[in-house]
């Protein structure tokens, strides 16, 4: 009763084996885990060469060295998100409004033979609120001329266009004009363009909820 068959005496080592394998398996999961945590932190504090917008683009302008400035921030594994020093295109345009200060993103970037959208100016009959500056969202509207001094209902002639420059002239009486560079869709040239040649009364207003 009180001594150990030949059988269980060789059994002994193997179980102190399995102990061993165990405890040393464990040992590698701390090691693998702590390993894990140091190349989080590492990674979170590596820092990597972006652009941001030295000022605000609007969709459809051309983008170059001069439009954005170098800072080194610690993007981990978003880095590829956006466009570095090495991957601005000679023919880049944006293709959505990027704000002054704002890291570009690379899916704000496109080809400019790709673009879908050009420039015009285009005078308002009416002055422009305040809030209507660069990178405004606005809606353009067309009032037909019928004959002399009376002109038709208006109606929108472009629903979604992008200012990129505002000229303002107060010394009008009644509030004044203006003069808006504005980017809009390529669709929407010819009938801009007719509205012009037309001698149509043309409103620029500010959609809403656009920024103030």
Same mark, same amino acid.
């Given at each position: 009763?009180?001594?150990?068959?030949?059988?269980?005496?060789?059994?002994? @080592?193997? &179980?102190?084996?399995?102990?061993?394998?165990?405890?040393?398996?464990?040992?590698?999961? *701390?090691?693998?885990?702590?390993?894990? %945590?140091?190349? %989080?932190?590492? $990674?979170?504090?590596?820092?990597? @060469?972006?652009?941001?917008?030295?000022?605000? *683009?609007?969709?459809?302008?051309? *983008?170059?060295?001069?439009?954005? &400035?170098?800072?080194?921030?610690?993007? /981990? +594994?978003?880095?590829? #998100?956006?466009?570095?020093?090495?991957? =601005?295109?000679?023919?880049?345009?944006? +293709?959505?409004?990027?704000?002054?200060?704002?890291?570009?993103?690379?899916?704000?970037?496109?080809? #400019?033979?790709?673009?879908?959208?050009?420039?015009? %100016?285009?005078?308002?009959?009416?002055?422009?609120?305040?809030?209507?500056?660069?990178?405004?969202?606005?809606?353009?509207?067309?009032? @037909? =001329? *019928?004959?002399? /001094?009376?002109?038709?209902?208006?109606?929108?002639?472009?629903?979604?266009? +992008?200012?990129?420059? %505002?000229? &303002?002239?107060?010394?009008?009486?009644?509030? /004044? $004009?203006?003069?808006?560079?504005?980017?809009?869709?390529?669709?929407?040239?010819?009938?801009? =363009?007719? #509205?012009?040649?037309?001698?149509?009364? =043309?409103?620029?207003?500010?959609?809403? /909820?656009? &920024?103030?």
């Amino acid at each position: 009763m009180g001594g150990m068959t030949a059988t269980e005496s060789a059994r002994a @080592p193997r &179980r102190a084996f399995r102990g061993d394998a165990r405890f040393f398996l464990g040992i590698l999961l *701390i090691v693998v885990s702590v390993a894990g %945590v140091w190349l %989080v932190v590492a $990674a979170s504090r590596t820092t990597v @060469p972006v652009y941001a917008a030295a000022r605000t *683009i609007v969709p459809g302008e051309a *983008i170059s060295s001069s439009d954005v &400035r170098v800072v080194d921030v610690a993007l /981990g +594994t978003v880095s590829d #998100a956006y466009v570095g020093p090495d991957d =601005l295109a000679a023919a880049a345009v944006a +293709t959505r409004t990027i704000e002054a200060g704002e890291l570009v993103p690379a899916s704000s970037v496109g080809d #400019a033979d790709a673009s879908r959208t050009t420039s015009v %100016v285009v005078r308002s009959a009416v002055d422009v609120p305040a809030s209507v500056e660069a990178g405004a969202v606005v809606e353009v509207w067309a009032a @037909p =001329l *019928i004959e002399q /001094g009376e002109y038709d209902a208006p109606r929108i002639l472009v629903a979604d266009a +992008t200012v990129v420059s %505002v000229t &303002r002239d107060d010394s009008m009486i009644g509030g /004044g $004009a203006a003069a808006l560079e504005l980017v809009i869709p390529r669709a929407d040239v010819a009938a801009t =363009l007719a #509205a012009m040649a037309d001698e149509s009364a =043309l409103s620029v207003v500010p959609t809403v /909820g656009n &920024r103030s």
